[in-house]
T-cell receptor
């Protein structure tokens, strides 16, 4: 148990559906992250929130929409996804934005887009 | 940009064998280096880290030394167990921020 909880653990959706991924951290951290983990590719950083403000968006398509309502919760809203968006989506949190501050990861949501 | 390269392909070895996973990096300045491990069905966990040249990170019998002259951070364990079966990721953060850049990961399978 890392203190970062992601729900659901598995999600299957059609290309016209709208769904949301949820991440909650119980560590008192002030920075949260979304990563995409695809087979045979390095983890890709998607979004970074620091103190509830989005500070980084790495050219992610607009069909992915993050939301950070408070420092403990992070959402990823999904709509009109493509099959190539099927992947493991990982949430992480850290205290601060310095290299010495370790990121703690959740177990991920396995997303399949049909 | 800053990046990490891990050796290709899964690693399969017998219990009590010696494990080495190669990692080399490209970075400007002085990055911090990490090894993360992902056990089946779980998220990534920090295994060890090193923040400056010649530092040795160690945890759970694993070790890695920050070699600036060869830009490497190879992971080693002297005697693996079945419970070490997992995916291992090398990563770095550039000096001054913690935007992790990951390698592709190596699947390690330890057979009894």
């Amino acid at each position: 148990e890392t203190g970062v909880t992601q729900t659901p653990r598995h999600l299957v959706m059609g290309m016209t559906n709208k769904k949301s991924l949820k991440c909650e951290q119980h560590l008192g951290h002030n920075a949260m992250y979304w990563y995409k983990q695809s087979a045979k590719k390095p983890l890709e950083l998607m979004f970074v929130y620091s103190l509830e403000e989005r500070v980084e968006n790495n050219s992610v398509p607009s069909r992915f929409s993050p939301e950070c309502p408070n420092s403990s919760h992070l959402f990823l809203h999904l709509h009109t996804l493509q099959p190539e968006d099927s992947a493991l989506y990982l949430c992480a949190s850290s205290q601060g934005s310095l290299a010495k501050n370790i990121q703690y990861f959740g177990a991920g949501t396995r997303l399949s887009v049909l | 940009g800053d990046s990490v390269t891990q050796m290709e392909g899964p690693v399969t070895l017998s219990e009590e064998a010696f494990l080495t996973i190669n990692c080399t990096y490209t970075a400007t300045g002085y990055p911090s280096l990490f090894w993360y491990v992902q056990y089946p069905g779980e998220g990534l966990q920090l295994l060890l880290k090193a923040t400056k040249a010649d530092d040795k990170g160690s945890n759970k019998g694993f070790e890695a030394t920050y070699r600036k002259e060869t830009t490497s951070f190879h992971l080693e364990k002297g005697s693996v167990q079945v419970s070490d079966s997992a995916v291992y990721f090398c990563a770095l953060t550039p000096y001054g921020n913690n935007r992790l850049a990951f390698g592709k990961g190596n699947q390690v399978v330890v057979i009894p």
